[in-house]
């Protein structure tokens, strides 16, 4: 299994604007796009007044995300469900698509989460122009005092760098994580299986050696091995076994140790992680909008 920590590979170049990459990243979003989209038109037709368990699922799940905006933004800004919705499913679909092994996690591409924090940074920017107008809106980067003025600009510009490196950060870094302890363990196992395979014999004076324990264990003691023992004694006879099909030549090039650590680490980071992300950026994304859209009453306020 090859791991790259690259960028993503580049299938090919439209040649209009300067060239525009037509790589991973844009064909796993267009695959999450379709999937999304489909999702909604299949969800979303033929409902009916007396719902079967799908229908009741899927509206159940939509109270839900209803429930999470308007507690977190309030009743009046219900109206941003469908945008943090789309935001939150993208970026899910978007992580784990990367577990299929041969697309790339969308998240994993800074372009792609920073063009969701710039998207809802204009929506932050146009909401406050419209409540307070233009020149309050200028006016408050001058607060408390003139010389913030500059402080107050780079935090308005770090906000949406912020929230897209956070999300692309542990996506991405999960990657490498996944290729170093993937190479690590690659070349552990062919260090391992070159000692012990120079001769046939050794492996096989290991395996017997492990299934000679367990026998006089079993019959000569009359006791059962116990768990983490009987582990041990599994481990080094499959190491025995791997010895001696590295020796026969069955097993040349197969890194032993690391089969399957990519797959484990890849559930963690494009699962559990996937999601803490996804809900961590929709979280960010209501209360920076919830600031910019208060209640009527108080917009009117303001103004």
């Not at 099909?245 to 040349?252: C, I, K, Q, R, Y």
């Amino acid at each position: 299994m090859d791991i790259s920590i690259n960028g993503a590979y580049i299938y090919f170049t439209i040649p209009i604007f300067g060239g525009i990459n037509v790589t991973q990243t844009t064909l796993s979003l267009l695959i999450v796009t379709i999937i999304l989209c489909v999702a909604g038109v299949l969800l979303g037709r033929n409902l009916k007044t007396h719902p079967g368990k799908l229908q009741v699922l899927v509206e159940k799940g939509v109270e839900m995300l209803r429930g999470l905006v308007t507690s977190s933004m309030g009743e009046h800004n219900a109206c941003w469900t469908p945008y943090i919705g789309t935001i939150f499913l993208s970026s899910i679909c978007g992580s784990l698509i990367g577990m299929t092994g041969f697309l790339r996690s969308t998240t994993a591409d800074l372009s792609v989460v920073l063009t969701w924090a710039i998207m809802t940074t204009a929506i932050i920017w146009y909401n406050n122009i419209r409540h307070m107008g233009v020149l309050k809106w200028l006016k408050g980067f001058t607060e408390p005092v003139f010389i913030m003025t500059p402080m107050n600009l780079i935090s308005e510009i770090a906000q949406p760098i912020s929230m897209a490196f956070r999300h692309f950060g542990n996506v991405f870094g999960g990657s490498i994580i996944t290729a170093i302890v993937y190479t690590a363990l690659s070349l552990l196992s062919s260090l391992l299986l070159n000692l012990v395979s120079g001769t046939v014999i050794i492996p096989i004076v290991i395996v017997l050696l492990g299934v000679g324990i367990i026998l006089y264990q079993k019959f000569k003691k009359k006791k059962q091995i116990g768990v983490f023992k009987g582990i041990l004694l599994g481990i080094f006879i499959a190491f025995g076994a791997c010895g001696i099909l590295e020796a026969t030549g069955l097993l040349s090039g197969i890194p032993i140790l690391s089969l399957g650590i990519p797959a484990l680490l890849s559930v963690y980071f494009d699962l559990f992680s996937g999601f803490v992300q996804a809900f961590v950026f929709s979280l960010l994304s209501m209360i920076y909008i919830g600031q910019a859209c208060p209640p009527p009453e108080t917009a009117v306020e303001t103004k």
